[in-house]
Structure formats: C-alpha cells, structure tokens
C-alpha cells in the first residue's frame, strides 16, 4: 500500500507541476479556439476556396492549418469545396492537413514540447497538405480518382448549396456577445484542462510503472525501427489533441525520440475514427487511402528527418 501511495504522489505531483508550467498556454489555446469558432464562417472559406482555385492546393493547405475545425467542419468545407466541382488535389490537401494542426494547437504543444517542436510540426502539417495535393494531381490526372466521390456535383441531384447560397443564408448571423464569448472559453478551457490532466496523469503513470529503459530501447535515438513504430502506433492510441499531446510529452519525458512523437502525432491525428468516418462520408476508398498513406509514408520520413536534423544541430 505504501508503494501505491507513493506511486500515485509522485505522478500527481508530475501533472501538477506540468499544469504549473503550461497553464498560460492552455489559456491561451482556449481563447484562440473560441475565437475561431466564432468567428471563422465554414461557408466562407469553402467559398474563398471556390474564388482561388488556380492556387488551390497552397490555399486550401493553409486554409486547413488555419482553421479549427472537428471532423464534421471539415466534412462541411470539402462538400462546398465538391459541389462546386474543384479537382481532387485541394480536397485531399485539405483532408491530409485539416486534421493535423490548427492554431490553438500551435500554441499548445509549443508550452508542451518547446517552439522548436511545435512550429516542427506545424510545418509538417503544411508539408503533408501539400504532398497530398501533389500526389492527388498526380493520381487524378492519370484517372484513378475518377468516380471517387459519393455525392454529385452541384449541376446533379445531390441537394448540396453552393457556398455562396450557405453564405447568404449565414448574412443574418447573430453579433457575439461578450457573454457567449466568455461561456465558450470556459467550455474549451473546461474540455482542454480535463483532458491534459486526465491524459497526463496516465502518461506520468505510465513512466513511472514501465522501466524508461523500456520505452528508449523501443523509441529512443538510434533505434531504426523507433518512428515507423511510433507512427503505427498512433492510428489506434491516438485520442484527440487536448488528451494525446500530454500523453506524447510524457513518452518523450520517458526517452521516446522526438522523431518518433512526431510521427506519433501526425499518423493519429490524421486517421482518428472521426477524420476516416468523416472521409468515408463523402469519399470512395481510393482517396480515403491516399489520404492515409501520405499520412503514414510523410509521418515515417518526416520523422526520421526530424531526428537527423536534431543530431546535426
């Protein structure tokens, strides 16, 4: 019992002193995440998406790193960015990215891990959009995207509004109060502090149950097989982004390589239940695993240049 005890001590007194130094960011992700959420209209960025096409993958990569949105607003975009008849490359690239980063993410993983990881990994997100747009051309071009979608396009049946008809019926909009304002940040602060303290304790837990010799000859520098392991890994362990980015610090805390939780981070965020159920909605299966394995092929290569990167500097 005094071996429990202790146990459950020392990781308490790891997440308080982890809350200690991260609160400013959590704060900070939540007001970001309010913020976008009330003010970012999902009609118009598909439709700002419909107005750049020539620059689509670029505009719809940096649309997806930009904005917050669960699975069901990316679903939202893709269907505006669909039924008005756009090429795959900026849909996949906006389904590669969206998932990966947003900016209250940003700031939290940079009080989690440091700037140097967090703005790693936020142009990780930016360069798999990207890979996934090149690829889809690629792929499209040659025909095999051909009759992947699941709904028509805005000339058929489908029943889907244009963007500037969802925009039109969004004009009327209701002004934010500073009440709303404030009942938001404190639902997201809520969410967000529930999951880092929940998901902390289990990582600091973890560590402190399982030898860290364990978890460095697995995932430590040097292991060859360490991030395609990590990257496997984060496709069924992979919760969502206020749960797994304090589970990620506390494997790092425990030797995993950065490398590794960068693969970690990028294969489970981009392949969670809701962002694959979220694809098959509107997707066929062709797209929906060329989503997947620029997600697993750029997790992998990505980071494994993380960490060569690391020992050069």
Not at 86 to 104: E, R
Request: aromatic share 12%; net charge positive; with cysteine.
């Amino acid at each position: 019992m005094t071996l429990l005890i202790e146990l459950f001590t020392k990781t308490l007194t790891q997440v308080w002193h982890t809350l200690t130094v991260n609160w400013v960011f959590l704060l900070a992700s939540a007001l970001i995440a309010t913020a976008l959420k009330l003010y970012v209209d999902q009609d118009r960025v598909a439709a700002f998406l419909q107005r750049n096409r020539k620059a689509g993958v670029f505009i719809a990569t940096g649309a997806a790193i930009g904005t917050p949105l669960c699975s069901c607003g990316t679903t939202a975009i893709i269907l505006g960015m669909m039924a008005g008849n756009m090429p795959w490359a900026p849909i996949i690239a906006f389904m590669v990215a969206s998932p990966l980063t947003s900016p209250q993410e940003l700031v939290f993983s940079a009080g989690l891990f440091g700037w140097k990881f967090a703005l790693a990994f936020f142009g990780a997100s930016i360069l798999l959009g990207l890979a996934g747009g090149a690829f889809a051309h690629i792929f499209e071009m040659r025909g095999w995207l051909a009759n992947q979608a699941r709904f028509k396009s805005i000339s058929g049946a489908s029943g889907l509004t244009t963007p500037a008809d969802s925009i039109q019926l969004n004009q009327s909009k209701p002004r934010v109060t500073l009440k709303q304002f404030l009942d938001e940040t404190w639902l997201a602060g809520k969410r967000l502090t529930l999951f880092f303290l929940g998901f902390a304790f289990i990582g600091y837990l973890l560590n402190n149950l399982i030898p860290s010799q364990w978890i460095s000859s697995l995932f430590g520098e040097g292991q060859i097989y360490g991030v395609p392991l990590a990257a496997l890994l984060g496709i069924p362990f992979y919760f969502n982004t206020g749960a797994s980015l304090p589970l990620a610090r506390a494997l790092m805390d425990a030797g995993m390589s950065q490398g590794a939780v960068l693969a970690f981070l990028v294969t489970g965020s981009g392949t969670s239940i809701g962002a694959i159920v979220g694809a098959l909605t509107i997707a066929r299966w062709r797209v929906v695993a060329l989503v997947i394995a620029t997600l697993l092929l750029g997790a992998v290569a990505l980071g494994y240049g993380y960490n060569i990167l690391l020992g050069v500097l």
